[in-house]
């Protein structure tokens, strides 16, 4: 870990301002299951991941839980409220697979938002592309069966973290796809007698790439596409 391993957002900055904004951050490693920022709170640090997985989560007031947004080292995190007005939000962000990334204070990285143009354009571009992802999210939760929103989930959990072997419980899992811990021991159980995916004291591996495509719905590819070119 240090300067070589890298987020996207920090590497599109323009040069001399991305090193002297650099030097105002800190770097942290935190485990699967940290709270990025909570819901209805002020986020206290803003993060630009630079290995490891995120999900934004909404909880509804029964305990059920579903995930809305997923973020890697594409972004920062958080987005929306770097660009002004209220700054909590119904959702909170957590920690899904080992993270690293650099941190700074919240509100200072909304106020270097408001003076720097370069940085002010990338949260828009970012903000942009989760908004999209957001609502593909939306309609794949309300449209598309467990197993197959199980595997475009995988899918894009190894294109974030380049981790073919994922570590993840099942009340983690039920809490990404907005099912019951039963519909998604049923899931994981079809990928893997079909040889898709090895599923060992929570650690899900993709065994075929190739057919897991073939069993997630079409989210996949939309969300994959979102991903490419981010900044473009
Ligand atoms: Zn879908």
């Not at 989760?130 to 197993?147: D, G, K, P, T, V």
């Not at 009340?171 to 040889?195: D, I």
């Not at 993709?206 to 897991?212: H, V, W």
Request: positive net charge; glycine residues 6%; proline residues 4%.
């Amino acid at each position: 870990m240090g300067l070589s391993s890298d987020n996207l957002f920090l590497e599109n900055l323009p040069q001399p301002y991305r090193n002297l904004f650099r030097s105002r951050l800190e770097e942290v490693s935190l485990p699967a299951g940290t709270v990025l920022y909570e819901a209805e709170q002020v986020p206290r640090y803003a993060f630009f991941i630079t290995s490891g997985l995120a999900s934004k989560m909404v909880s509804m007031s029964d305990g059920h839980t579903a995930e809305i947004g997923l973020a890697g080292s594409e972004g920062v995190i958080p987005c929306y409220y770097l660009l002004g007005g209220d700054p909590t939000s119904p959702a909170r962000c957590i920690v899904q697979t080992e993270v690293t990334a650099w941190r700074i204070p919240f509100p200072e990285l909304r106020r270097e938002v408001q003076l720097s143009e370069p940085l002010r354009q990338l949260v828009m571009k970012c903000a942009q592309r989760r908004s999209m992802i957001l609502s593909q999210l939306a309609a794949c939760n309300r449209l598309h069966e467990a197993e197959q929103r199980l595997a475009r989930w995988l899918l894009t959990a190894h294109d974030l973290t380049g981790a073919s072997s994922i570590l993840l419980n099942q009340v983690l899992l039920a809490e990404v796809l907005g099912a019951r811990r039963t519909t998604v021991t049923l899931a994981a159980g079809a990928l893997r007698r079909r040889k898709l995916i090895s599923y060992r004291r929570g650690h899900i591996q993709i065994l075929d790439r190739a057919r897991l495509k073939e069993a997630a719905c079409e989210c996949y590819e939309t969300v994959s596409s979102l991903f490419q070119n981010y900044y473009g």
